[in-house]
């Protein structure tokens, strides 16, 4: 299945390092491509306790876009995401952790038609700007700028405000949300 990636899943060192403290396979992310989310905009409105400030978001905004990388992924490898982002459904089937997942329409840069993916949107979201720490901001701009993402793209992810911060506190310390 396709899966849409824009904030710190872009960056396969920070996946590959949160999946070896948590003894997860790391999801074959190597081989993404550049590819663009039309009728949304990025924000920053989730607080992860991992990250020591906010974290990328995406709301339905149309005119805007989120440019990102898109992955052929397998059920397991989205099984891991799922958890690395918290995502959790309650016995009713409803989503009760920071995440959900959404089905969106996204368009791979250069060659190549338009595929439906799977990425995340929060779940209780509000509606004030948490800025991310410095930190996690370098690990997304690190990873635009593996995918080849434009230089537009990463000026305006260098435009939002941060905070100095922390680096991300160790597995382990912590609640749920240390996970992301």
């Known amino acids: 299945m396709w899966y849409f990636a824009y904030g710190s899943n872009l960056n396969t060192a920070a996946v590959t390092e949160w999946c070896r403290h948590y003894s ?10 550049a590819a663009v989310l039309d009728n949304y905009r990025l924000c920053f409105p989730l ?3 991992y990250w020591g400030g906010g974290i990328a978001d995406i709301v339905y905004d149309p005119g805007k876009y ?27 089937g409803k989503d009760i952790g920071l995440y959900k997942q959404i089905e969106v329409k996204v368009a791979p840069l250069g060659k190549g038609e338009p595929v439906r993916a799977i990425t995340y949107t929060g779940v209780s979201v509000e509606k004030y700007h948490i800025p991310p720490t410095k930190h996690y901001m370098d690990v997304v701009i690190q990873g635009a700028f593996s ?32 996970r992301l």
Do not use: C
């Open 24 to 33: 997860h396979k790391t999801p074959s992310l190597k081989s993404g491509r």
């Open 147 to 178: 995918y080849g993402l434009s230089m537009m793209w990463i000026a305006y992810l260098q435009s939002f405000s941060t905070q100095q911060g922390r680096k991300p506190r160790p597995p382990g310390t912590g609640d749920a949300e240390s």
């Open 66 to 92: 989120v440019a990102g990388a898109v992955f052929d992924l397998t059920a397991p490898e989205m099984a891991i995401l799922d958890e690395k982002v918290n995502r959790k459904i309650d016995a009713a």
């Open 47 to 49: 607080y992860s306790e």
